[in-house]
T-cell receptor
């Protein structure tokens, strides 16, 4: 079963912030985040492992709460280059596979 | 470094035809997988492999076969193509299984079944 991402789409102006949420119905071992530009392959952003740590990459950071089986991606002071579709991929405990959500389409306008 | 190489980039098939999508990686990755991407559906896992000789089903395996005779190659076979298999297909690989390491994606194969 695919994890649930919200919102499905968001439109921002440059400099605004956004949060993308990802939740699963199963216990999680880790969560991946990827960004995909139109017509291109997904590109890795970060992995969060069990322990609730928050990781950052430039002005993009994420948190992982394994007890709530949730992860959130935070985009701060958005740039035009942040536009794309964001996918979360939680790895469920005991599973070797990575299943992705349906994605969140982010559009950043000037 | 070639990374993950998918061939062909584009393919048009007629209903009932068979074909194989090729995926090769030169990074000695343990884990390899196939996803299909359809509008509004995200990336759906078709099959995956945790090493040579070991494969397993993902979310949407029906109509597809895989094998992994070598570490480098993970071909995806469509036995009898159907219009519902029109999609963009991505192959992805990783150093380790179980989501411990990031996935490297190929550039994709756009498949149309008429």
């Amino acid at each position: 079963q695919q994890p649930v991402q919200s919102p499905q789409a968001v439109i921002l102006r440059e400099g605004e912030d956004a949060v993308i949420n990802c939740s699963s119905s199963k216990a999680l071992y880790s969560v991946h985040w990827y960004r995909q530009k139109h017509g291109e392959a997904p590109v890795f952003l970060m992995i969060l492992l069990k322990g609730g740590e928050q990781k950052g990459h430039d002005k993009i950071s994420a948190s992982f709460n394994e007890k709530k089986q949730q992860s959130s991606l935070y985009l701060t002071a958005s740039q035009l280059s942040y536009s794309g579709t964001y996918f979360c991929g939680p790895r469920e405990g005991g599973s070797e596979k990575l299943v992705f959500g349906k994605g969140t389409k982010l559009t950043v306008n000037p | 470094n070639a990374g993950v190489t998918q061939t062909p980039k584009f393919q048009v098939l007629k209903t009932g035809q068979s074909m194989t999508l090729q995926c090769a990686q030169d990074m000695n990755h343990e884990y390899m997988s196939w996803y299909r991407q359809d509008p509004g559906m995200g990336l759906r896992l078709i099959h995956y492999s945790v090493g040579a000789g070991i494969t397993d089903q993902g979310e949407v395996p029906n109509g597809y076969n895989v094998s992994r005779s070598t570490t480098e190659d993970f071909p995806l076979r469509l036995l009898s193509a159907a219009p519902s298999q029109t999609s963009v297909y991505f192959c992805a690989s990783s150093w380790a299984t179980g989501g411990r390491e990031k996935l490297f994606f190929g550039s994709g194969t756009q498949l149309s079944v008429l």
